[in-house]
C-alpha cells in the first residue's frame, strides 16, 4: 500500500503525469539543499516532522510494549531519535542503540541526541550478542524503528551497522509473530536509488519516507523489504527543482486511451497481427489475439503454421481470422516472412512470439521478420529467445518495438543469468532499452516499463493472480493492441501492464481467490480493466 502525495518535484521532471516521481538518492540530496539553502526551510524542524511520523507509525503498528530504536550517527539517526523522544514523551518504554559514540553525532543528529530525555543510548558493538545491553534491548522490544542508514547508502552494511542489522534479523526470526518494524525513509541495507540488496538488509513493516518514494522501495529486491510505503509531507516546499526518471505507474495511464465513436471502424480500431504458435503451443497465439481483441482492436489475424491453422481456429473465437503460414513439422519457416510483411498492409502492430518454439527454422523467422516488419511490434517468449546475444540487431528497426522479457529471457538477450538480472533490475531494464533502442518492460511484481532514454516506469503490482501460464501471452496481445490504436511505444506498454494488473485484480475477484484464475480469466476481465483509470479507483 501506499500513502500517496502531490508531487512537488518540479517541471523539469521528464516522466509523464501519469507517474509519480520517484526520486533517487543524489536528486533527494539536491531537494533538500534546495530546501533549505535556498528556500529558508529550517532543517531542525525537517527533522522534528521526519522522526514525529517515524513516532506515529509505529504507534499505530504497536500501540503498546518496549520499543528499541536503533540509530546510526547521520541524519537518519537524528531522525530516529527525535522518534524515541517523541516515543519517551508519550510514555513508552523506548532503548536507544546507537552503532556509533556520542561525539560521532553532528549538526541535528547530535541535538537531538541532546534533547533525548532519559537514560541516554547505548553503543552497539561490532561483536553485538545476546547478552550485550544492546542484544537485551533487542530481545524484549515489542516494536523497532531502523534508523540506521539513510537514503545515501550504498554496498554492503558493515562493522556494528552490519552486525545490528543481522542481529535484528535474528530477533525476529526467532518469535513466533515478527515484532513490528518501522524503517526510517528507506530499510537499512536497500539502496533507495535502485533496490539492490548487496548484503543484509531490515526487512522492515513499514517504511515512513520523506517528501516522495524512492524507486527502490518499489523495485525487487529492496521492495521486498520496504514493506507498506508511506509517504510523509514533512514540509519541503513545492516546486523542487530535479529531473526524475523513474517513476511509479498509476491508474491515470488508463484515462487517455482511445475510445470508440460513431464513427469508428474495425480499421480504425486498430489492425493486430499475431506470429507464432507450434505444435503444442497454439493456445498462446490464441490468448494473445483473444487479448488484443478484448484490449479495444478492432480485428486480428493470428497468423499460425499452416499445418496447424485447423486446430487455432477451431479454439475460437469466431471473430479472430488466422492465416496459415509455411511451415516444417508444426514450426514456423523464413519462407512466411514477406506473407507477414503483406499482412501488413494495412498497419496496425505485430505480436510476435507467443508460442512460436526454439526451433532453428522458428527463429530464423522471427529475426527476419523483426527486421522486416513495417508495423509497430511487440517481441515476447520465443521471440526475444530468437534474439538471445543479439539484441542490438533490434536497434535496427524503424518502427516501435516493445520487449517484453521476465529475467530469464532478459538474461538471455544479455547473455546473463536470470539471479544477475534479478539483483540489479533497473539497471538491467535500461541497458536492455539503451541497446536495443526499444522499450523494455521486465516482467514481474515490479514490472519496470524502461525507454531507451532512461526513462522507467515501475508498475505498483499487487496483482498475484498473474502468477499462472498465459498471462504473458495476454500482456503481449493488449500492448500490441495499444499501439495499433496509436499509443507511443511507452504509453502502450504503461497501459498494457496497468490494465494487465488491474484484470488481474478483477479476475481474482470474479473468481474468489486469486489461485483459482486461469488466463482467459483475466482476458474476459480486460474490458472492466480497461475502464478503471484513475476515476474508477
Known amino acids: 500500500m501506499q500513502v500517496a502525495v502531490a508531487s512537488s518535484i518540479a517541471a523539469m521532471n521528464p516522466l509523464p503525469a501519469w507517474c509519480e516521481p520517484l526520486p533517487d538518492a543524489e536528486t533527494m540530496r539536491a531537494i533538500d539543499r534546495w530546501a533549505i539553502e535556498e528556500q529558508g526551510a529550517p532543517?531542525?524542524?525537517?527533522?522534528?516532522?521526519?522522526?514525529?511520523?517515524?513516532?506515529?507509525?509505529?504507534?499505530?503498528?504497536?500501540?503498546?510494549?518496549?520499543?528499541?530504536?536503533?540509530?546510526?550517527?547521520?541524519?537518519?539517526g537524528g531522525d530516529g531519535l527525535v522518534a524515541a523522544r517523541?516515543?519517551?514523551?508519550?510514555?513508552?518504554?523506548?532503548?536507544?542503540?546507537?552503532?556509533?559514540?556520542?561525539?560521532?553525532?553532528?549538526g541535528d543528529a547530535q541535538v537531538n541526541l541532546e534533547r533525548l530525555p532519559g537514560e541516554g543510548p547505548s553503543q552497539l558493538e561490532a561483536d553485538l550478542d545476546a547478552g550485550s545491553p544492546g542484544g537485551r534491548a533487542l530481545a524484549v522490544a515489542a516494536a523497532f524503528v531502523d534508523a540506521l542508514l539513510g537514503t545515501g547508502f550504498q554496498g554492503e552494511p558493515r562493522g556494528a551497522v552490519g552486525a545490528a542489522i543481522e542481529t535484528l534479523g535474528r530477533v525476529q526470526a526467532a518469535r513466533g509473530v515478527p515484532a513490528p518494524v518501522v524503517s526510517v525513509d528507506v530499510p537499512s541495507g536497500?539502496?533507495?536509488?535502485?533496490?539492490?540488496?548487496?548484503?543484509?538488509?531490515?526487512?522492515?513493516?513499514?517504511?515512513?519516507?520523506?517528501?516522495?518514494?524512492?524507486?527502490?522501495?518499489?523495485?525487487?529486491?529492496?521492495?521486498?523489504?520496504?514493506?507498506?510505503?508511506?509517504?510523509?509531507?514533512i514540509g519541503i516546499p513545492r516546486g523542487a527543482p530535479g529531473e526524475v526518471a523513474v517513476g511509479l505507474l498509476g491508474a491515470a495511464v488508463l484515462d487517455g486511451l482511445p475510445r470508440r465513436g460513431?464513427?469508428?471502424?474495425?480499421?480504425?480500431?486498430?489492425?493486430?497481427?499475431?506470429?507464432?504458435?507450434?505444435?503444442?503451443?497454439?493456445?498462446?497465439?490464441?490468448?494473445?489475439?483473444?487479448?488484443?481483441?478484448?484490449?479495444?482492436?478492432?480485428?486480428?489475424?493470428?497468423?499460425?503454421p499452416a499445418s496447424l491453422q485447423d486446430v487455432l481456429a477451431a479454439g475460437g473465437p469466431p471473430e479472430m481470422m488466422t492465416l496459415g503460414l509455411p511451415d516444417e513439422n508444426g514450426e514456423l519457416t523464413g519462407d512466411g516472412v514477406q506473407e507477414m510483411v503483406a499482412a501488413s498492409g494495412r498497419g496496425g502492430a505485430l505480436a510476435l512470439g507467443p508460442g512460436l518454439g526454439r526451433g532453428e527454422e522458428a527463429f530464423a523467422f522471427a529475426r527476419a521478420l523483426a527486421r522486416a516488419a513495417p508495423v509497430a511490434m511487440v517481441l515476447d517468449a520465443d521471440g526475444l529467445n530468437a534474439h538471445a546475444g543479439r539484441l542490438e540487431e533490434l536497434a535496427r528497426r524503424d518502427r516501435p518495438t516493445v520487449l517484453t522479457p521476465h529475467a530469464g529471457e532478459l538474461g538471455r538477450l544479455l547473455e546473463l543469468d536470470s539471479a544477475t538480472v534479478d539483483r540489479e533490475r533497473l539497471r538491467h531494464a535500461r541497458?536492455?532499452?539503451?541497446?536495443?533502442?526499444?522499450?523494455?518492460?521486465?516482467?514481474?511484481?515490479?514490472?519496470?516499463?524502461?525507454?531507451?532514454?532512461?526513462?522507467?516506469?515501475?508498475?505498483?503490482?499487487?496483482?498475484?493472480?498473474?502468477?499462472?501460464?498465459?498471462?504473458?501471452d495476454v500482456l503481449s496481445g493488449v500492448i500490441a493492441a495499444l499501439l495499433a490504436q496509436g499509443l507511443d511505444p511507452f504509453a502502450a506498454a504503461a497501459a498494457g501492464v496497468a490494465m494487465h494488473a488491474q484484470a488481474g485484480r478483477e479476475a481474482a475477484l470474479r473468481q474468489g481467490a486469486a489461485e483459482g484464475v486461469i488466463a482467459t480469466d483475466v482476458i474476459a476481465a480486460l474490458p472492466a480493466a480497461r475502464a478503471h483509470g484513475s476515476a474508477g479507483r
Open 43 to 76: 532543517s531542525l524542524e525537517l527533522m522534528e516532522r521526519a522522526g514525529t511520523g517515524v513516532a506515529r507509525a509505529l504507534e499505530r503498528l504497536a500501540p503498546d510494549g518496549p520499543v528499541a530504536v536503533v540509530c546510526g550517527s547521520g541524519n537518519n
Open 86 to 106: 517523541v516515543l519517551r514523551e508519550a510514555g513508552r518504554t523506548v532503548s536507544v542503540l546507537c552503532t556509533s559514540p556520542p561525539q560521532d553525532f553532528s
Open 190 to 233: 536497500v539502496d533507495a536509488s535502485t533496490g539492490v540488496v548487496a548484503g543484509t538488509a531490515v526487512r522492515a513493516t513499514v517504511t515512513v519516507t520523506f517528501h516522495a518514494a524512492k524507486p527502490g522501495l518499489w523495485i525487487h529486491p529492496g521492495k521486498s523489504y520496504a514493506g507498506e510505503v508511506q509517504v510523509l509531507d
Open 262 to 304: 460513431a464513427s469508428s471502424t474495425k480499421f480504425s480500431s486498430g489492425h493486430v497481427l499475431v506470429a507464432g504458435g507450434s505444435r503444442g503451443l497454439t493456445g498462446a497465439p490464441r490468448m494473445a489475439a483473444q487479448a488484443a481483441m478484448r484490449a479495444g482492436a478492432g480485428y486480428v489475424t493470428a497468423c499460425v
Open 431 to 472: 541497458e536492455a532499452a539503451r541497446r536495443a533502442q526499444a522499450v523494455v518492460v521486465l516482467k514481474g511484481d515490479d514490472t519496470l516499463i524502461a525507454d531507451p532514454s532512461g526513462m522507467v516506469a515501475v508498475s505498483p503490482g499487487g496483482s498475484p493472480a498473474l502468477a499462472t501460464a498465459g498471462t504473458g
